[in-house]
């Protein structure tokens, strides 16, 4: 079956620790994006890449970085420089299609600070 | 930026109808719904792009009027299957080009028996 998948689903971070969230897809598809959700506030796009071996900040970007090795595969790092990390993350994909490109999106990753 | 949608909740009994809308002050593309359980992943539901069409899903459908930057998202006869929180995305127009997809705070919608 084609879609997405994310690890772990709950992953917790002790103080001054970088922490990476796995995401891949078997979709084909070519752009990957990394969102973040806090309780009340929607998804805020943190970065997003549309080809391998780029990718562009969104809205909040700091403390986080990633890397775009292979066209399946978009790992998010959470820094200790991102103070706030608690949050739901998700990564989504889509097929670059024009007019009608939609965002498809994995199960998730739930961070915890210990 | 970010399209505001109301209302931010609301509570009905199975059977009933419900209105969600999305509402931007940006020029609009497209505008795009989804449905999220509690601790799930978002699903996909339609696009809407602009030329004021309106599209339908079973019970669901929605409407785009471009003139207004405003979506409606109607959901009839709801089910308990329709609990959840809803998310409009809207990706701007800019010239040629478009924006990200900017996301709402959701409307959460709560189907009792």
């Not at chain 1, 796009?45 to 990718?55: A, E, H, M, P, R």
């Not at chain 1, 990390?85 to 299609?97: E, G, I, M």
Request: net charge positive; charged share 20%; aromatic share 12%.
């Amino acid at each position: 079956d084609g879609g997405i998948t994310q690890s772990p689903k709950y992953l917790f971070r002790k103080e001054g620790q970088n922490v990476t969230l796995s995401c891949e897809q078997n979709l084909n598809h070519d752009a990957m994006y990394w969102y973040r959700q806090d309780p009340g506030q929607g998804l805020r796009l943190i970065y997003y890449s549309q080809i391998v071996n780029d990718f562009q900040k969104g809205d909040i970007a700091e403390g986080y970085s990633v890397s775009r090795e292979k066209k399946e595969s978009f790992p998010l790092t959470v820094t200790s420089a991102q103070k706030n990390p608690t949050a739901f993350y998700l990564c989504a994909s889509s097929k670059v299609a024009g007019r009608r490109e939609t965002q498809y999106f994995g199960p998730g990753t739930r961070l915890l600070v210990l | 930026q970010q399209p505001v949608q109301s209302p931010q909740a609301v509570i009905l009994r199975e059977g009933e109808d419900a209105v969600i809308n999305c509402s931007s002050s940006k020029a609009l593309y497209s505008v795009h719904w989804y449905r999220q359980k509690h601790g799930e992943a978002p699903i996909f539901l339609m696009i809407l792009l602009k030329g004021g069409e309106q599209k339908g899903h079973d019970k669901i459908s929605a409407s785009f009027n471009e003139k207004k930057q405003q979506s409606s998202l109607y959901l009839t006869a709801s089910q308990l299957s329709y609990s959840g929180t809803y998310f409009c995305g809207t990706r701007a127009s800019y010239g040629g080009s478009q924006g990200n997809l900017i996301f709402g705070k959701g409307t959460k919608l709560s189907v009792k028996p």
